[in-house]
């Protein structure tokens, strides 16, 4: 399955938090039972020095629902919307099952980080 292209736009110094339904070709639910999800932004695909963790979620893996959510504070070793640069950035989403052995790129896109003044 290719990626399915989806934009995102974050505030910085708001709680960023955003829910997918993964279906497949045929329009049905991707059970997500034995599947982690990892998903990551950077500046490009080329330089991907620093990454953002957007913190992805299984919220119910019979619908294939996932979450992905930053939010506006947190501790020292929390990213936190108010600490990425404001700018533009591309990001994926990855699953991965165990067995049989499958890792696929479901949705990708671009992401807007825009600047606030509080």
Do not use: C, H, W
């Amino acid at each position: 399955m290719s990626a399915v292209p989806i934009n995102l736009v974050i505030e910085q110094g708001d709680t960023f938090e955003v829910t997918f339904n993964l279906r497949n070709s045929f329009g049905t639910f991707i059970n997500l039972s034995s599947y982690s999800v990892e998903a990551k932004m950077a500046k490009n695909y080329t330089n991907t020095s620093t990454q953002y963790n957007l913190n992805p979620t299984i919220i119910d893996p019979s619908t294939g629902l996932i979450q992905l959510t930053i939010p506006a504070v947190g501790g020292q070793l929390v990213t936190k919307t108010q600490d990425i640069p404001e700018g533009r950035y591309v990001y994926n989403i990855r699953i991965t099952k165990n067995a049989p052995p499958l890792t696929e790129k479901v949705i990708d896109g671009i992401v807007t980080v825009k600047g606030s003044v509080l």
